[in-house]
Nanobody, 116 residues
């Protein structure tokens, strides 16, 4: 099993920044990618960003390109999401995910609220 613990959520004004972190623990061998999704009430969970742990290849949703940056610290089994120039539409619960053998593992989520 893979356990994921997110941290760093909170309340920020529009234009501000937040940094989310996700620490992986447990059976972390063979995790090949990690990433972030977000969800607001009444909507489906949507992709935000991902990173391949070995190649550092990254991917972003169009809505966050140029504002968000994902990075990984392999030594600490941690992935970060730096969020800049935040907008009210970035509000939601952010979930960390890890992919291992084609299966997604999820964290408990952290609330991010951007006020206008």
């Amino acid at each position: 099993q893979v356990q994921l613990v997110e941290s760093g959520g909170g309340l920020v004004q529009a234009g501000g920044s937040l940094r989310l972190s996700c620490a992986a623990a447990g059976s972390i061998v063979n995790i090949n990618a990690m990433g972030w999704y977000r969800q607001v009430p009444g909507k489906q969970r949507e992709f935000v960003s991902s990173i391949i742990l070995t190649t550092k290849l990254t991917n972003y949703a169009d809505s966050v390109k140029g504002r968000f940056t994902i990075s990984r610290d392999n030594a600490k089994n941690t992935v970060h999401l730096q969020m800049n120039s935040m907008k009210p539409e970035d509000t939601g619960v952010y979930y960390c995910t890890a992919v291992k053998f084609g299966l997604n593992y999820w964290g408990q989520g952290t609330q991010v609220t951007v006020s206008s």
